[in-house]
T-cell receptor
Framework: RKEVEQDPGPFNVPEGATVAFNCTYS??????FFWYRQDCRKEPKLLMS???SGNEDGRFTAQLNRASQYISLLIRDSKLSDSATYLC?????????FGAGTTVTVRA | ETGVTQSPTHLIKTRGQQVTLRCSSQ?????VSWYQQALGQGPQFIFQ???????GRGNFPPRFSGLQFPNYSSELNVNALELDDSALYLC????????????FGEGSWLTVV
């Protein structure tokens, strides 16, 4: 079983739409959780950390369910610039484990 | 940007050769990690260095080795290159601790032919 599993998509949505996707992780001892964004042929960049209480950063909302070992990301009012691959990341001790990414394409 | 710089940005090597990739961490960051990202995959953890010592390793063979220097910069060395080693190699720096943010460099694209 992979340490982090994500819905690969792709999600193809019109501008202004809401898109949501999630990932699951296998290690219940994992300590911290993140969403990273990766543009084509670029390095991953931190989008936001994810907390059990849920957290928002502008149009982005992340949620963590430790009991179900499930992490979600919701993007409201999608912009063309949101087109990217979104990587679910789980930190266990010294090691980051990445999902394979969810591809989102926002069309005009 | 992130203050993490990697070199070279692109290189082509022949199967069986050896390669050294370099990384300068963000100022003040004492922990450096290396990741391999094959096309269409998420980054895979290779190993991490903290204060010049390896303190964690992923599922990679011994021909993947590394160093961290007193200024916290780092090298990744890969011996006996194989075609499957073709990937984007990412260096990330952070302060020690599982909750600290990790910052990636732009990566080194390695093609093995």
């Amino acid at each position: 079983r992979k340490e982090v599993e994500q819905d690969p998509g792709p999600f193809n949505v019109p501008e202004g739409a809401t898109v949501a996707f999630n990932c699951t992780y296998s290690n219940s001892a994992s300590q911290s959780f993140f969403w990273y964004r990766q543009d084509c042929r670029k390095e991953p960049k931190l989008l936001m950390s994810v907390y059990s209480s849920g957290n928002e950063d502008g149009r982005f909302t992340a949620q963590l369910n430790r009991a179900s070992q499930y992490i979600s990301l919701l993007i409201r009012d999608s912009k063309l610039s949101d087109s990217a691959t979104y990587l679910c990341v789980v930190n266990t001790d010294y090691k980051l484990s990445f999902g394979a990414g969810t591809t989102v394409t926002v069309r005009a | 940007e992130t203050g993490v710089t990697q070199s070279p940005t692109h290189l082509i090597k022949t199967r069986g050769q050896q390669v050294t990739l370099r990384c300068s961490s963000q100022s003040g960051h004492n922990t450096v990690s290396w990741y391999q990202q094959a096309l269409g995959q998420g980054p895979q953890f290779i190993f991490q260095y903290y204060r010049e010592e390896e303190n964690g390793r992923g599922n990679f063979p011994p021909r993947f080795s590394g160093l961290q220097f007193p200024n916290y910069s780092s090298e990744l060395n890969v011996n006996a290159l194989e075609l499957d080693d073709s990937a984007l190699y990412l260096c990330a720096s952070s302060l020690e601790g599982p909750g600290n943010t990790i910052y990636f460099g732009e990566g080194s694209w390695l093609t093995v032919v």
